[in-house]
């Protein structure tokens, strides 16, 4: 899903960049509006299984974004070896743990730029983010869900922490990030999650206390207890 606020034209119009991402659960009104964006000059990055379906959760036949990407996207994935990105591709990084590319099929006119490409554990390479010119803009897709290693389960207190960064992902994601924004002001500020972060939920005498951000950052290690 993704908040529809955000997605209003006077909020987008302050932007120049839109990272939808993996938002799955998507309305034909949040499709037009995230292609509006990009026919008014913005840039849109989409990946993996955004819009598979609606914002109930029903599955689409035929996925939004098809016709402009000239793309058909399988259900099946492959697992990603090495990653190759930035300039001519030539920077390679190799994934610590397990990173997925949903399969596609390119249609035969396919003509689209290829801002990385990827190889599976079997030594085959495929392209795996593409970009195309839409309106006055242009759209990203990356079939890989490069975000996932940085996310951990929910771990109760007195559970050890088990997450371990994928520092190799994390330099794929921000090459391609500099990649298709290289023009625009980077208007953030990096941090490590999950790492600086910890959410915590307590219950005392029937209260419930929900901690959803420790913004000074913890200081939990892999292996460490939660107190």
């Not at 993704?2 to 302050?14: Q, S």
């Not at 026919?39 to 299984?49: E, F, K, M, P, W």
């Not at 990203?140 to 951990?152: F, H, M, N, Q, T």
Request: net charge negative; proline share 4%.
């Amino acid at each position: 899903f993704i908040n529809e606020t955000g997605l209003k034209k006077e909020i987008l119009d302050r932007y120049n960049v839109l990272i939808v991402s993996n938002a799955m659960a998507l309305s034909d009104k949040n499709i037009k509006a995230i292609k509006d964006f990009a026919a008014d000059g913005g840039t849109v990055y989409l990946s993996n299984r955004v819009a598979s379906s609606n914002e109930n959760g029903d599955p689409r036949e035929d996925w939004p974004f098809e016709e402009e990407f000239k793309l058909k996207r399988a259900a099946r994935t492959r697992t990603v070896a090495k990653i190759f990105v930035g300039e001519n591709l030539q920077e390679i990084f190799e994934p610590e743990s397990d990173v997925y590319a949903l399969r596609l099929i390119p249609a035969k006119d396919n003509d689209l730029k290829v801002l990385l490409e990827y190889e599976d554990k079997a030594g085959n390479r495929y392209p795996g983010a593409f970009e195309v010119s839409y309106g006055k803009g242009k759209m990203i897709y990356c079939s890989i869900l490069l975000g996932a290693p940085a996310r951990d389960s929910e771990v109760g207190v007195g559970k050890k922490v088990s997450f371990e960064r994928s520092e190799q992902t994390e330099k794929a994601a921000l090459t391609l990030l500099a990649e298709f924004i290289k023009d625009q002001e980077k208007a953030w500020k990096p941090l490590n999650v999950p790492e600086d972060i910890l959410t915590n939920l307590h219950i005392d005498k029937d209260e419930l206390t929900i901690h959803f951000l420790n913004a000074t950052g913890s200081k939990t290690k892999t292996g460490d207890t939660i107190p």
